[in-house]
């Protein structure tokens, strides 16, 4: 559900009312997840920005795969990864079109961090999206690159250890060392006020491709309570509690 944005009437209505370019409000994922609103934020925006003649969304490999089904948008499909290659070559072949990825930290970091970070470098007009819920959650629950130190995955029972294996990637700090990123923020999903912030901060990304000033992420933290072990109920409080920390919100680079 969105946060309100207006008042009275209008604010109601937001929240309430499906937007035009979700087909349906019933999705396949798990009870408590945040990716679905994370995916209402942004075709709210694509509407309200009136960019849905002109976009196209790469989506990568993971749950968030069954969106496409009930996006009223254009949407290519990209193998495991890849999503930044595929958004970088509909961009130079339609530099008119609106382009952003949409992808998981398991599809981003995981599986294709060359190239979200070479898309970065080379400064490419695209936005890139990423939910990152900190787990594998399409393939059952395995740790990711993002999973944070002391997180039960299924392939990290006892918790993910610095000395076994590793420190966990913050892709918006990393990507926004690189010259060709030109604006990197990181938000949420788990509270009203961290909706609305989310709502700001894509609206930026989204304004800095329409003004051609370079590449552009924006990291969404997003509930994941089956793979996190705890009820959906549980899943906002574990967010954060055990991720924000991790993964602070803000505007990381503008």
Request: proline share 6%; with cysteine.
């Given at each position: 559900?969105?946060?309100?944005?207006?008042?009275?009437?209008?604010?109601?209505?937001?929240?309430?009312?499906?937007?035009?370019?979700?087909?349906?409000?019933?999705?396949?994922?798990?009870?408590?997840?945040?990716?679905p609103v994370a995916l209402r934020v942004i075709l709210e925006a694509v509407q309200e920005l009136g960019l849905r003649e002109r976009t196209i969304c790469v989506a990568g490999i993971g749950c968030y795969t069954a969106f496409p089904m009930i996006m009223d948008v254009?949407?290519?499909?990209?193998?495991?990864?890849?999503?930044?290659?595929?958004?970088?070559?509909?961009?130079?072949?339609?530099?008119?079109?609106?382009?952003?990825?949409?992808?998981?930290?398991?599809d981003m970091i995981s599986e294709g961090l060359q190239e979200?970070?070479?898309?970065?470098?080379?400064?490419?007009?695209i936005t890139a999206i990423v939910f990152n819920n900190a787990v594998f959650g399409e393939t059952g629950g395995h740790m990711t690159a993002a999973t944070v130190l002391g997180q039960h995955t299924k392939t990290s029972v006892g918790g993910r250890d610095r000395e076994r294996h590793g420190n966990p990637?913050?892709?918006?700090?990393?990507?926004?060392?690189?010259?060709?990123?030109?604006?990197?923020?990181r938000s949420a999903v788990h509270t009203p006020s961290a909706i609305k912030l989310t709502e700001q901060y894509l609206r930026d990304a989204f304004q800095c491709q329409l003004e051609g000033r370079g590449f552009s992420l924006l990291e969404i933290l997003t509930m994941c309570p089956t793979d996190w072990f705890?009820?959906?109920?549980?899943?906002?409080?574990?967010?954060?509690?055990?991720?924000?920390?991790?993964f602070p919100l803000g505007i990381i680079k503008s």
């Open positions: 559900m969105s946060a309100v944005t207006g008042s009275g009437e209008r604010g109601l209505r937001k929240v309430f009312e499906k937007p035009d370019l979700l087909l349906s409000a019933e999705h396949s994922l798990c009870p408590g997840c945040g990716e254009d949407v290519m499909q990209a193998l495991h990864g890849r999503a930044p290659s595929v958004a970088t070559g509909v961009k130079r072949v339609r530099p008119d079109a609106f382009v952003f990825t949409m992808q998981g930290d398991g979200v970070l070479h898309a970065a470098a080379r400064g490419e007009r990637i913050r892709i918006s700090e990393l990507v926004a060392q690189l010259d060709g990123a030109a604006y990197v923020a705890v009820t959906p109920a549980q899943g906002p409080a574990f967010l954060a509690e055990r991720i924000e920390p991790t």
